[in-house]
């Protein structure tokens, strides 16, 4: 009876032995169901396409600082969307590129000019002149006004017969007048006290809009007088009549003319500002050419034919220096 119990017993050892090795190879087997999961899952990856966004990008290679063709650009279709894209050809044409773009490369908006550049019109220049209170019309001046810019010249004995006050420009449009701007773009400063203190502090300058022949009458006149704007309303559209007044003088004066050649037309735009204006033809008019500095002749004299006066150095150059009929020698 002992016998038979033990050989059961040990039957019984072999079958749970067996059934734990039986165990333990179903557990090192893959399960059957996975591959076909990953299978089904890579199949779905590749049917359906990938997201993709309409970016303009150059069709060409851009410059910097020239105009941007509407053939220069295309739109092509990237996995990506960057910031400050163009999903349209026709809202970049027509901007000047900062950088150089290569062909290929997506135009975005912070690589553009942007700013108070572009609200100067063709043949305008933006110019910023001296500004407090009572000039800007207690600081009543907002971007976007019209004024007329007067100037007050005092007399001093020297450059000004006599104090004058008059207007020196009309209906010229405010780009700036302090920290506003007619770009509407937002204040940089995050401190909210310090945005109400940069509304509150008098402007110093006030940028205007001005034809770039007028740059020199504006130029001189801040620097030698003193401005005054006065605001007018945008509606009022008239202007004083330049035919009334003869044209100043320019600090320049236009090579001559070859004989044959066409009389030239009259200097306007970039080559009236090139050709300048001096201080005492904006006071005068021009036409007091007797309050002119005598213009002098100078020629070197060779220091052998001229015997040197006394107290000059030995071995210098001597200059005559003639003013109206008077003439004296200097020696440098």
Known sequence: MINLTKIIAAILVLLAILLGVYAWMLGRQPTPKAPAASERGSEQTKSQ????????????????????AADALRVEHLTVNPAGAFQEVAAAADRVPV???????????????SGLALRVGAGERAVAVKADEIMGVGNKIQPGDFVDVFITLKSDGKDVDRSQARLLLSRKRVLAFGSA????????????????????????????????????????????????????????????????????????????????????????????AQAGLTALDLVTGGKNVASRPALTEARAISTGTRAPQPGTARGGLQV?????????????
Do not use: C, H
């Open 49 to 68: 396409p990938a997201v993709t966004y309409p970016v303009v990008v150059a069709a060409k290679p851009l410059p910097a600082g020239q105009v941007i």
């Open 99 to 113: 950088l150089d773009l290569s062909e290929g490369t997506p135009v975005m908006e912070n690589q553009l000019v």
């Open 181 to 272: 701007s007619v770009d509407g773009l937002p204040s940089k400063t995050a401190d909210k006290q310090q945005q109400q203190a940069q509304r509150t502090e008098p402007a110093r300058t006030a940028v205007l809009a001005v034809p770039v022949d007028d740059v020199n009458r504006l130029t001189i006149g801040d620097a030698t007088g003193r401005l005054m704007l006065a605001l007018r309303n945008p509606n009022d559209m008239g202007e004083p009549d330049p035919k009334l007044f003869t044209d100043l003088p320019t600090a320049l004066q236009p090579a001559s003319v070859r004989p044959g050649e066409p009389r030239r037309p009259p200097l306007e735009g970039l080559d009236r």
């Open 320 to 332: 005559e220096v003639i003013r109206g009929d008077r003439s004296e020698t200097m020696s440098y």
